[in-house]
C-alpha cells in the first residue's frame, strides 16, 4: 500500500521530487504538511485545506488520547472519518511531548509517565502504548515512540535518549501490526556529530518505509539545524521518504530540500495567523500594525488563497484590530498556503532543473526575498 517513488533530482544538489502512496491518496515531495494536533487544523474546515494545496495532515497522539481518546474515534470510523478528512494523514507518536512537557513527566526506560493536565491522573506512554492508540486512531503513517531531549542536553544525556529512542523503536516495530499503516523511525542525536551518525545507522537498519529526523528545532542555533540536516540527510535511504520533524521556515526548508528532505510539518504557520501575523514573501507582517489601515491592496498578489482573493490589508486589520475569528482564520490559510505554495515551486525548480539558481538564495543568512 505504500510506495515511494523519486521522479526527478537537480544537478548540482541532492534535491528531489518524489510521489509518496498511501492508503489515502498520493503525497508529491517535497510538500509541507499542516499540523493538526487535536484533529483539527485550527480554524480551518478539510475544504479550506484543501484550498491551500495540502495533501498531508498531521495529528497528535498524546493530545487524541486525551481528548476524545482512541476509543471515540475508533468508533467514528477512524481518524479520517472522525475530522471530515479524506487525505493522508500522519500521527506523531506523543515523543514530542517528552520534550515539551518535561516539567510533568517522569522518563525511564521503560516509557514515559505523564501528569494529566485535564485531571491530574497518570498516563502512563510505552512504545507498545503509542502504537496500540495509533493503530485505533487510523492514521496512514504513525510515529515511533522516541526521546526527544532539549537542545541543552550533555552528550551523556542525549547519548541515553538514542538509546533509549533505538530500543523503543524495536519495541514499536514488534509491536506494529496494520499493514494499512507506514511505520517511520526517527533519527535522534542532539548536536552530537557521532550520535546523529549512529542513530542515522540504526534506525536504517530497521527497513522501515520511511524515516525522520527530529530533535531539531527545539531550541538549537539554526547553524547547527543545517549541520545536522547536511550530516544526517545523506546516512538515510536514498529510494524512502525523509522526514524533517518541526521545520517550517523558508531558509531551512531550501537547504534540507537542496540536501535530500522530502516532507516537513510546523506549528507556525496556524500560530503566527492566530496572533495576527501573516507571511508574505519570507517575511512576518503583524497586521495590527496601522500602517495597513489604509491599504486597500491584496495581502499578497500573487497569493491564490481567499485572503488574499477576496479581501484587503485594510479588512485583515481590521478583523485582527477587532478580534474577529474571521481575521486569525483567514490569516491561518494564507500562512498555510504561503508554506505549501513555497514547497510546491521548489518542486517545480527541481523539475526544471533550476532548483539550484531559483532557490539558492534562500539557504544563506543573506538572502534577498524571492518572489516565486
Known sequence: MFR??????????????????????????????????????????????????????????????????????????????????????????????????????????????????RNGSQIHLTPERAIEIQEALGADVVMAFDQCPPSTAIEKDVDLACKRTHDWLERCVNTHKRSDQALFGIVQGGCFPELRKQSAEIVSSFNLPGIAIGGVSVG??????????????????????????????????????ANGIDLFDCVLPTRLGRHGTAMVNGERWNMRNACFRHDHRPLDSSCPCQACRKHTRAYLHHLVRSDELLGLSLLSLHNLSHL?????????????????????????????????
Open 4 to 117: 515511494f517513488q523519486i521522479k526527478s533530482y537537480c544537478p548540482n544538489t541532492f534535491a528531489r521530487t518524489g510521489l509518496f502512496s498511501t492508503p489515502h491518496g498520493p503525497v508529491e515531495t517535497p510538500r509541507f504538511m499542516p499540523v493538526g494536533t487535536l484533529g483539527t487544523v485550527k480554524g480551518l474546515t478539510a475544504s479550506q485545506l484543501i484550498e491551500t494545496g495540502a495533501q498531508m495532515i498531521l495529528a497528535n497522539t498524546y493530545h487524541l488520547h486525551l481528548q476524545p481518546g482512541e476509543e471515540i474515534v475508533a468508533e467514528a470510523g477512524g481518524l479520517h472519518k472522525f475530522m471530515g478528512w479524506d487525505g493522508p494523514i500522519l500521527t506523531d507518536s506523543g515523543g514530542f511531548q517528552v520534550f515539551s512537557l518535561s516539567e510533568i513527566n517522569t522518563i525511564t526506560d521503560e516509557g514515559v509517565s505523564f501528569r494529566n493536565p
Open 340 to 372: 505549501i505554495r513555497f514547497t510546491t515551486s521548489m518542486s517545480h525548480a527541481i523539475k526544471d532543473g533550476c532548483f539550484s539558481e531559483d532557490f539558492a538564495p534562500w539557504q544563506t543568512d543573506s538572502a534577498a526575498h524571492y518572489t516565486w
Open 220 to 257: 538549537e542555533s539554526v547553524t547547527h539545524i543545517h549541520t545536522t540536516i547536511r550530516q544526517v540527510t545523506p546516512l538515510l535511504p536514498g529510494d524512502r521518504p525523509r522526514y524533517l520533524m518541526g521545520v517550517g521556515t523558508l531558509r531551512e526548508m531550501a537547504m534540507a530540500v
